[in-house]
Nanobody
Framework: QVQLVESGGGLVQSGGSLRLSCAAS????????MGWYRQAPGKQRELVAT???????NYADSVKGRFTISRDNAKNTMVHQMNSLKPEDTAIYYC?????????WGQGTQVTVSS
């Protein structure tokens, strides 16, 4: 059974930092691309960042330069370092992986940034 568990969310002030983690199990983690998505009330779920199996990364324009995504295949984890947080970053953040035709999601972790 594939399971993705996010952690590290919380409440921070504008300009602060959080580090999100995604722990994966039941999947050959090292061969799949992973991603972070977020969803705020009234908005569709949007892509934040992705990291491929070889470590290449891509970021949404809104977070580029502030967020950093990485993976540790030996530990089956993905890390999302978020710096210079803005109130607009407030959302539930979800870990994602696509295994062939199946997409898996974690339960999400809440990030709230106050002004």
């Amino acid at each position: 059974q594939v399971q993705l568990v996010e952690s590290g969310g919380g409440l921070v002030q504008s300009g602060g930092s959080l580090r999100l983690s995604c722990a994966a199990s039941g999947i050959i983690f090292r061969i799949y691309a992973m991603g972070w998505y977020r969803q705020a009330p009234g908005k569709q779920r949007e892509l934040v960042a992705t990291v491929t199996s070889d470590g290449s990364t891509n970021y949404a324009d809104s977070v580029k330069g502030r967020f950093t995504i990485s993976r540790d295949n030996a530990k089956n984890t993905m890390v999302h370092q978020m710096n210079s947080l803005k109130p607009e970053d407030t959302a539930i953040y979800y870990c994602n992986v696509v295994e062939h035709i199946t997409t898996y999601w974690g339960q999400g972790t809440q990030v709230t940034v106050s002004s």
